[in-house]
């Protein structure tokens, strides 16, 4: 009985603790998001330092934001960046389109450890 107590207690927790997906108006630049993200207290979270990570022609926007894990150089350019909430318990991902820099923003996910 005890034992499961504390698991739900643990459970509880976790789930008070899980963060909201953002959601952000359609055709928001990415610059914007990434400013709204920073206020609410979301911090990019790299993966990799490797250059190689974007195809090319988009190195500079990966060193640019250390959070992009990945950007393609075919189709709309799609990129993918990472966010990590305050307490690091949930981790988010912002997908973007488009050529020109900021990209758009397409779509928010979540990782790992969202409320929905």
Request: aromatic share 8%; hydrophobic share 35%.
């Amino acid at each position: 009985m005890r034992l499961v107590l504390v698991a739900l207690l643990a459970m509880t927790s976790s789930a008070f603790s899980a963060e909201r997906v953002p959601t952000f108006p359609k055709r928001t630049s990415y610059e914007e998001a990434r400013e709204s993200l920073i206020a609410l207290g979301w911090q990019p979270a790299p993966t990799s330092a490797n250059p190689n990570r974007c195809s090319p022609g988009f190195e500079e926007r990966c060193k640019s934001y250390p959070e992009a894990t990945a950007c393609s150089g075919t189709g709309l350019a799609r990129c993918t960046f990472l966010w990590r909430s305050k307490s690091g318990e949930t981790l988010i991902e912002v997908g973007t389109f488009g050529e020109e820099d900021p990209p758009m923003v397409e779509r928010v996910r979540c990782r790992v450890g969202c409320r929905r």
